[in-house]
């Protein structure tokens, strides 16, 4: 599943952009089971329908604990890949926090902290459906890089509906990036801040992430968030 990707270009991609595509991440079949999931009611903590918060349209679950073992499989192997970018983002930001080399030390971390509710969940946007510009960060322990997997096809299950990110760079005006995802791929983006060298050495970029208006149909992704929440 993660092994046939060239993680020293996803490492040269977030660096540079602050985002990295991961094609084919999830077989179709992964895919259409993953997304049916989320008519189940067991499995899940919480149900969140955007608008009655201000998030947007749509609505998402987050799964509970124990995950089913597709997702912590994954979310276990995108920590072990992510986590030596994460690292060094965390040295060059000027933060003492180093991310343990397993996964389960680092989700014990957060748990001691309070944040010992799970983050991994199934997005479902119908037309008119869209997610506001926001960060995924849930308390004071936070894994700078996340990833959200595209469970359907664009143009066959749904048009519109576009993964959108924003880049803030001081004194600088906002840069909008529209990732081109088909049916399994992933995007690996940053959660909130990321460094990025300037003449006096590195400097802070926050970015933010978010989908447009789901013109007809029905998409599904999966969020893998990799620190727990409060």
């Known amino acids: 599943?993660?092994?046939?990707?060239?993680?020293?270009?996803?490492?040269?991609?977030?660096?540079?952009?602050?985002?990295?595509?991961?094609?084919?991440?999830?077989?179709?079949?992964?895919?259409?089971?993953?997304?049916?999931?989320?008519?189940?009611?067991?499995?899940?903590?919480?149900?969140?329908?955007?608008?009655?918060?201000?998030?947007?349209?749509?609505?998402?679950?987050?799964?509970?604990?124990?995950?089913?073992?597709?997702?912590?499989?994954?979310?276990t192997g995108l920590y072990a890949s992510l986590r030596?970018?994460?690292?060094?983002?965390n040295q060059r930001l000027g933060s003492e926090v180093r991310f343990p080399q397993a996964h389960a030390e680092f989700l014990s971390q957060c748990h001691a902290a309070g944040q010992s509710r799970p983050t991994p969940l199934l997005l479902k946007y119908g037309p008119g459906d869209y997610n506001r510009?926001?960060?995924d960060l849930y308390g004071e322990h936070v894994f700078p890089i996340q990833v959200t997997i595209l469970l359907s096809e664009p143009g066959r299950d749904f048009t519109g509906g576009e993964f959108v990110l924003t880049e803030q760079r001081p004194r600088m005006q906002s840069r909008a990036t529209v990732v081109p995802l088909r049916?399994?791929?992933?995007?690996?983006?940053?959660?909130?801040?990321?460094?990025?060298?300037?003449?006096r050495g590195d400097y802070r970029v926050k970015m933010r992430h978010g989908v447009s208006a789901v013109m007809s149909g029905a998409r599904h992704t999966l969020g893998i968030i990799l620190h727990d929440a409060a």
């Not at 030596?84 to 983002?89: E, I, K, R, T």
């Open 84 to 89: 030596p970018l994460a690292n060094s983002w």
């Open 183 to 199: 049916q399994g791929d992933a995007v690996a983006f940053a959660v909130n801040e990321r460094p990025v060298p300037g003449a």
């Open 133 to 135: 510009l926001h960060q």
């Open 1 to 75: 599943m993660l092994g046939g990707h060239d993680w020293s270009g996803v490492e040269a991609s977030l660096e540079s952009d602050g985002w990295a595509r991961l094609p084919g991440l999830l077989d179709v079949g992964a895919c259409r089971a993953t997304a049916a999931r989320y008519g189940c009611e067991e499995g899940f903590r919480s149900r969140v329908v955007m608008h009655r918060h201000g998030f947007g349209r749509g609505e998402y679950r987050y799964f509970s604990y124990p995950l089913p073992d597709p997702i912590e499989t994954l979310r």
